[in-house]
C-alpha cells in the first residue's frame, strides 16, 4: 500500500524573521554583508540541530512530519491522486464525523439488501427447495464474509484515500491488475444500476400499475415477448431521468439515500412481522388447482367448474376458458374434463408444516407446468395445446448453478463502506467492523428468510415467479403485514435508490481510473465539470447500462454482473493472500483477524462461484480482464505503487537466480546473454543506435540483454551525467525494443569500466555469456577515445572471462527493426570451429521480420591435402543433424607465392607501427608527419632488402629546430629518414597478411552482395606488442565488406545435434 506523499514543510516563510534565543533575547544579525549562506543558516539557528542543516531541506524536521500527518486530510474519489497533493491545491474541507453505523454499517446494509430479495428469493426456495437455497446463499455469503477480511486487512494497512476498493485492489496488486479488476468493477457496479432498473420497472408493471403496458398479446409467448418489449421502453425512459438527477447533483440522490434505507428496513420488518402473523392467524390466500397443476387467477374468480345461483346450476368463467361454450355439454380440454379443481391456502402458516413439503428441490424444463406433488392428477393421453389456457408456467428452466447466478448479486454491495473511506472519522476502525457486522446482519436475514418462506409459503406460490395464482400479486407481499402495499412501495423505492446510487457511484469510479492514466484511451472520462462531476463518464455508464436494459430480462443480467462482481472479490482475497505470503515490511495491518488461508478460500470460492454460474460468461469476463491487463502492460503508463505483484515478481526473480545459479546452463538450453558495449558522445548520446537495433534483432526479446557503457572520470563528479546518459539509454531502448537492463560505469578510465562491465555485469545465474561491440572506425586516430588499444585489451577480457565477442563492423550501415529485407543472404564463412555460434546467429538472426526472407549461405575453406567433396557432404549431414537450413560450399585456396602487394602492406603496416611508437608528437605535428610517409610509401618497397637498427629520431619541430636544420648536409637529412624506411618485415608478420589477403579475395568473390557476412575473429597476438599490427589484420581481411559480424566463440559448444 502506498504511504501518503508528505509535502514537505517550506522554509521560506520563516527567512528574514528574527531567532530568539530561550532567555527570548534577539539573537545578532551576520556580521558579514551580503551573505547569503549565513542568512540561510540563521533559518536553523536556535534548533539545536546544525548538525543536521545541510540536509532539512530533503529529510524534514520530525515535530514538521508529524505536523503534517495530523493535519492530513482526503480528498474526494477521483479529484486528485493523493500522492500527487500538493498544498497549495488543497482546499479547506470540513473534518469528516461519520462513525460506523451511519458512514459504513447502513450503507453496505442498503447495497446488499435489495431487488433480489423482494423479486427472486421466494422463486429461488421454489426451486431449489429449503436445503438447496440454504447452500447457495451460505456459500455466496460465506464468499463476501472471507472477502470482507481480506479487504479489512488491505483498508487497515495505512490510510485508505477515498477511492476504496479500486485504490486497495491497484495499489495492492499493481497498474494492470488494478486497472483490469478496476473496469471490471466498474462494469458490474453498471449492470447492477441497469439490473436495478430492470427491477423498479418490473414491479411497477407487474404489481403496481399492470395497465401502464404498451405492448400487449393474448398468448403466453407474445405476452412474454410483450412484457419484454416494455422493460426495454420503461427502462430506457427510467435510465435517462435517473441520469439526469445524477447529472443535476450529487447532494440530491444523497439526501434521498435515507429514505430509501428506511424502506429497506421497513419492508423487512413487514415481514418478520407477517410469519409472525401466519403462526396464529394465517391469512385468507386461496390457490386454484386444476388436478395438481396451479391455475392463474387473472382472468377468472370462482375456482370451480359450476356454480349454484338460484337452484340452478351454471358453468363459471373457468369453464368457459378450457371449453368450447358456456353449455354443460359444451367440448372441453380432456385434461379439465378428467380432474377436479381444488382449492387450497397459498400462504398455510408457520405451524401447518408445509416446510416439510419445501425441502426438496423442484427443478422444471421452460414452459413446465407448476404442480403441486402428492395432489391427485389423472393424465390425458394427449395434451393439447396449452396456449391460452390459464397455467401457470415456468418462464426459464431451472438449475442450481443458475439459480447460484441470479441469487449472487444479492450479497453485493460490501464495498460501500470502503468506498467511503473519506468521509469516515477512522477508517481503519469503521472499514471491518461496519462491512463484517453488516454481511453479519443481512446472511441471518436471506438465511432467516429462506427458512421461513419455506415454512409459511406453498410450494407451487413459491414457484409462481410473478404472482399469476395470486392475480399478479407480489408473493412476499401477501405475506407481509399489516399490508401487501408496504413491501410493494418499499422494494420500489429500494431498488429505484439502488439504480441511483449505482449510476452515481460508477462514473467516479471510472474516473478515478482515468485520472490515474494507467488507461490511455480512457483519459477523456477523466475530465467532468467543474465541480469535479464525471460528465464523460456518467455518458458511458448510461450507454453500458442501457445494454443491460435492452436485454430487459432480469434473470439474464444478474449472471453477468455476478461476473464482474466475483472477479473483483476474487482479486481483493489474492491481493490480501499475496501481501500476507510475501511479508513485505510495509504489510502491517491493524485488523489482525486474517490469514491467507482465509483469502485463499475466498479466491477459490469466487473463482469455484464463478464458474457454477455460468462457464461461458466466466471464461468471457477472464477474457475482457486479461485483455485489458494486457493492453495497459503493452500501452499503458508506468507505475511504481510498491504492490504486491511487484514484490511476488522479486521473490519469484530471486528463487529463479537461485535456481540457475549453479553451473553453465545446457547446450540445449545455451542462448546468446549479450551485454552490448555502447560509446557515448560529448553530449551522453548513444554514438552507434544500430547497434541496439542488431541486438533487438538477435535476441526477439529472449534471453538476458544488458547495456552497458562507460564515462570517464570519478562519479562524485560525473554523477549527473551518469543519470543523464542512462536516461539516454534507456530511451533509445525504449525506442529500438529492445527488452532487458541498462548498466553504467563511471570509471578512471575507459579500459578499467569495460573490464568491470565484463567481470561484474549481470547478477548470480543470470550473466552475460557474449559481448557485442561496434568496431572502433576511427582506431587509426591516436586521439580516438576508444583506441585501438582498449579494443584489443577487451577482445583478450572476453576471451579469459571465456564469453564469446561479436564485433559489428560498419555498425551504421545496419537496418533499423522497421526495415525489411526482400531477398539476399547471410554468408558464414566458417574458418575454425569454436563452438558453434557462427552457425547459430544467422539461424536466430532470421527469427526477426527484417532477416526473415534471407537466405542462409554456409562457406568454409579448403586447403590442399583436403578432400573438398567429402567436407561438403559432411558438412551437409551436420547442418542435416543441426535442423539448420543451408546452402553449403567448400572453397578451395589453392597454396602461391606470396605477392609483392602482400609485402607491401606489411611493410606499410610494420612502418606505421614503428613511426607511432617512436614519435611523441602533438596533434598537428603528427599530421605533418603522417603525411611524410605516405609520401614515401612507394619508395619503400625497394629498400627492404637492406637491413638497419633504426635510431631514436627526434621530429618535433621548433624554430630554432627548423634553423639548425638548414645548416646541416642535405644528404644526412635524407639518410636520417633512410634508417627509418629500410625495415624488413617481419616473416611473421607477411604470412599473417598473406592469409588476410587471400582470405579477403576469396570472401569478397563469395559474398560482395551479401547483406550480412559473418566471419570468424582471429585472437590477438599473445605477444601485446603485436597489438596495432593486429588491427591491421582484421581491417585486411574485412575490406571491401558492407556489413561484417565478425564472431568469436567462448570456448564451449552452443549447438547441438541431439535433441
Known amino acids: 500500500m502506498a504511504c501518503a506523499l508528505i509535502v514537505i514543510e517550506q522554509w521560506s516563510d520563516v527567512i528574514g524573521e528574527r531567532f530568539t534565543a530561550g532567555d527570548g533575547t534577539p539573537r545578532e544579525n551576520s556580521p558579514f554583508i551580503n551573505n547569503t549562506d549565513m542568512e540561510r543558516e540563521n533559518i536553523y539557528e536556535g534548533k539545536n540541530m546544525a548538525l543536521f542543516e545541510e540536509e532539512m531541506d530533503s529529510n524534514p524536521m520530525v515535530s514538521s512530519l508529524l505536523n503534517k500527518l495530523a493535519n492530513y486530510t482526503n480528498l474526494s474519489q477521483g479529484v486528485v491522486e493523493h500522492e500527487e497533493d500538493e498544498d497549495s491545491k488543497r482546499k479547506e474541507i470540513k473534518a469528516p464525523r461519520m462513525g460506523t453505523f451511519i458512514g459504513v454499517y447502513l450503507p453496505c446494509l442498503q447495497n446488499i439488501l435489495g431487488v433480489i430479495l423482494f423479486l427472486r428469493l421466494t422463486w429461488i426456495v421454489g426451486a431449489a427447495g429449503i436445503l438447496e437455497s440454504f447452500i447457495i446463499v451460505f456459500m455466496c455469503c460465506t464468499c463476501t464474509m472471507l472477502t470482507a477480511i481480506s479487504m479489512s486487512a488491505i483498508a487497515t494497512n495505512g490510510v485508505v484515500p477515498a477511492g476504496g476498493s479500486y485504490y486497495m485492489i491497484s495499489r495492492s496488486l499493481g497498474p494492470e491488475f488494478g486497472g483490469a479488476v478496476g473496469l471490471c468493477f466498474y462494469l458490474g457496479t453498471t449492470f447492477a444500476g441497469a439490473m436495478y432498473i430492470l427491477g423498479t420497472i418490473e414491479i411497477f408493471l407487474t404489481y403496481i400499475s399492470p395497465n401502464a403496458a404498451i405492448f400487449h398479446s393474448e398468448d403466453v409467448e407474445g405476452e412474454n415477448r410483450a412484457m419484454l418489449n416494455n422493460m426495454r421502453v420503461y427502462g430506457t425512459c427510467t435510465l435517462i431521468l435517473m441520469a439526469m438527477v445524477v447529472f443535476v447533483g450529487v447532494k440530491y440522490v444523497n439526501k434521498l439515500a435515507l429514505v430509501f434505507l428506511s424502506c429497506v428496513i421497513l419492508s423487512i420488518l413487514a415481514i418478520y412481522a407477517g410469519v409472525i402473523k401466519t403462526a396464529f392467524d394465517p391469512p385468507n390466500i386461496p390457490v386454484c388447482l386444476l388436478g395438481n397443476r396451479t391455475l392463474s387467477k387473472r382472468d377468472f374468480d370462482v375456482c370451480a367448474k359450476f356454480q349454484v345461483i338460484n337452484d340452478e346450476t351454471v358453468t363459471t368463467q373457468l369453464w368457459g376458458l378450457f371449453c368450447n361454450s358456456s353449455m354443460l355439454n359444451a367440448s372441453c380440454d380432456d385434461y379439465f374434463y378428467q380432474n377436479n379443481v381444488?382449492?387450497?391456502?397459498?400462504?398455510?402458516?408457520?405451524?401447518?408444516?408445509?416446510?416439510?413439503e419445501n425441502l426438496w428441490s423442484t427443478y422444471a424444463e421452460q414452459g413446465a407446468y407448476v404442480e403441486k406433488k402428492g395432489m391427485p392428477s389423472l393424465p390425458v393421453s394427449e395434451e393439447t395445446k396449452t396456449s391460452g389456457l390459464p397455467y401457470v408456467l415456468t418462464d426459464i428452466m431451472t438449475y442450481f448453478t443458475m439459480l447460484v447466478g441470479i441469487y449472487f448479486p444479492s450479497v453485493t454491495g460490501i464495498m460501500a463502506g470502503s468506498n467511503r473511506s473519506g468521509d469516515l472519522r477512522d477508517a481503519q476502525k469503521s472499514i471491518p467492523t461496519g462491512t463484517i457486522l453488516a454481511i453479519a446482519t443481512t446472511s441471518f436475514i436471506y438465511l432467516s428468510s429462506i427458512v421461513l418462506f419455506g415454512a409459511c409459503i406453498e410450494g407451487v406460490i413459491l414457484r409462481d415467479k410473478f404472482g399469476e395464482a395470486l392475480k399478479g400479486k407480489l408473493v412476499i407481499g401477501m405475506l407481509a403485514w399489516p399490508s401487501p402495499w408496504v413491501i410493494v412501495i418499499g422494494s420500489f423505492f429500494s431498488t429505484c435508490g439502488a439504480g441511483l446510487q449505482s449510476l452515481t457511484g460508477a462514473p467516479r469510479l471510472l474516473q478515478a481510473i482515468a485520472r490515474d492514466g494507467i488507461v490511455p484511451f480512457l483519459q477523456v472520462f477523466g475530465h467532468g465539470k467543474a465541480n469535479g462531476e464525471p460528465t464523460w463518464a456518467l455518458v458511458l455508464t448510461a450507454l453500458i447500462c442501457e445494454i443491460g436494459i435492452l436485454i430487459a430480462s432480469l434473470d439474464s443480467v444478474a449472471p453477468i454482473l455476478s461476473m464482474f462482481f466475483l472477479m473483483c472479490y476474487m482479486f481483493v482475497n489474492l491481493a490480501c493472500a499475496v501481501q500476507t505470503l510475501l511479508r513485505t515490511p510495509n504489510w502491517r495491518p491493524r485488523f489482525k483477524f486474517y490469514h491467507w488461508t482465509l483469502s485463499f478460500l475466498g479466491m477459490s470460492l469466487c473463482l469455484a462461484l464463478m464458474f457454477i454460474c455460468s462457464w461461458y460468461y466466466a471464461l468471457f469476463a477472464m477474457l475482457i480482464a486479461g485483455c485489458i491487463y494486457k493492453y495497459i502492460?503493452?500501452?499503458?503508463?508506468?507505475?511504481?505503487?510498491?504492490?504486491?505483484i511487484r514484490g511476488l515478481s522479486l521473490n519469484a526473480a530471486r528463487y529463479a537466480l537461485l535456481r540457475v545459479e549453479h553451473g553453465p546452463p545446457h547446450t540445449k538450453n545455451w542462448r546468446p546473454q549479450v551485454l552490448v558495449m555502447l560509446n557515448l558522445d560529448s553530449e551522453q548520446c548513444v554514438k552507434h543506435p544500430r547497434l541496439l537495433s542488431f541486438t533487438t534483432q538477435l535476441k526477439a526479446g529472449k534471453g538476458l540483454t544488458i547495456v552497458g557503457s562507460v564515462l570517464e572520470g570519478t562519479y562524485l563528479d560525473k554523477y549527473r551525467e551518469a543519470q543523464r546518459a542512462?536516461?539516454?539509454?534507456?530511451?533509445?531502448?525504449?525506442?529500438?525494443?529492445?527488452?532487458?537492463?541498462?548498466?553504467?560505469?563511471?570509471?578512471?578510465?575507459?579500459?578499467?569500466?569495460m573490464s568491470h562491465l565484463i567481470q561484474s555485469a549481470g547478477l548470480g545465474g543470470m550473466k552475460h555469456n557474449t559481448v557485442l561491440m561496434a568496431w572502433p572506425e576511427s582506431w587509426k586516430q591516436s586521439d580516438n577515445p576508444f583506441s585501438?588499444?582498449?579494443?584489443?585489451d577487451t577482445i583478450r577480457d572476453t576471451?579469459?572471462?571465456?564469453?564469446?565477442?561479436l564485433v559489428a563492423k560498419n555498425i551504421d550501415t545496419f537496418p533499423q527493426n522497421q526495415e525489411r529485407f526482400r531477398e539476399g543472404n547471410i554468408d558464414v564463412w566458417w574458418i575454425v570451429h569454436d563452438g558453434g555460434m557462427l552457425m547459430l546467429l544467422p539461424f536466430l538472426l532470421r527469427q526477426h521480420k527484417v532477416w526473415r526472407k534471407c537466405r542462409m549461405r554456409i562457406f568454409t575453406v579448403a586447403q590442399m591435402d583436403d578432400n573438398s567433396i567429402q567436407m561438403k557432404k559432411d558438412l551437409q549431414m551436420f547442418l542435416y543433424h543441426l535442423r539448420i537450413s543451408a546452402e553449403v560450399e567448400v572453397v578451395e585456396m589453392v597454396e602461391n607465392d606470396i605477392s609483392a602487394f602482400t609485402y607491401e602492406k606489411t611493410l606499410m603496416m610494420e612502418q606505421r607501427s614503428q613511426m607511432l611508437k617512436q614519435m611523441q608528437l602533438s596533434k598537428n605535428e603528427r599530421e605533418r608527419e603522417a603525411q611524410l610517409i605516405h609520401d614515401r610509401n612507394t619508395a619503400a618497397v625497394a629498400r627492404t632488402k637492406a637491413a638497419a637498427t633504426p635510431e631514436k629520431v627526434q621530429m618535433t619541430w621548433t624554430k630554432e629546430k627548423l634553423i639548425s636544420e638548414k645548416h646541416k648536409n642535405k644528404d644526412t637529412n635524407v639518410a636520417g629518414f633512410r634508417d627509418i624506411f629500410t625495415l624488413k618485415p617481419n616473416q611473421s608478420n607477411v604470412r599473417r597478411m598473406h592469409t588476410a589477403v587471400k582470405l579477403n579475395g576469396v570472401v569478397l568473390n563469395k559474398s560482395q552482395d551479401a547483406q550480412l557476412v559473418l566471419l570468424n575473429m582471429p585472437g590477438p597476438p599473445k605477444n601485446r606488442q603485436g597489438d596495432e599490427n593486429y588491427m591491421e589484420f582484421l581491417e585486411v581481411l574485412t575490406e571491401g565488406l558492407n556489413r561484417v559480424l565478425l564472431v568469436r566463440g567462448g570456448g564451449r559448444e552452443v549447438i547441438t545435434i541431439y535433441s
Open 342 to 356: 381444488t382449492e387450497i391456502q397459498g400462504i398455510p402458516g408457520v405451524a401447518s408444516g408445509v416446510i416439510l
Open 633 to 644: 502492460e503493452y500501452r499503458g503508463a508506468e507505475k511504481e505503487w510498491g504492490d504486491g
Open 726 to 753: 542512462e536516461e539516454n539509454i534507456r530511451s533509445l531502448m525504449g525506442t529500438e525494443k529492445t527488452k532487458g537492463f541498462c548498466q553504467l560505469v563511471v570509471s578512471s578510465s575507459l579500459r578499467d569500466g
Open 788 to 792: 585501438w588499444k582498449n579494443f584489443v
Open 799 to 805: 576471451t579469459a572471462a571465456q564469453q564469446a565477442l
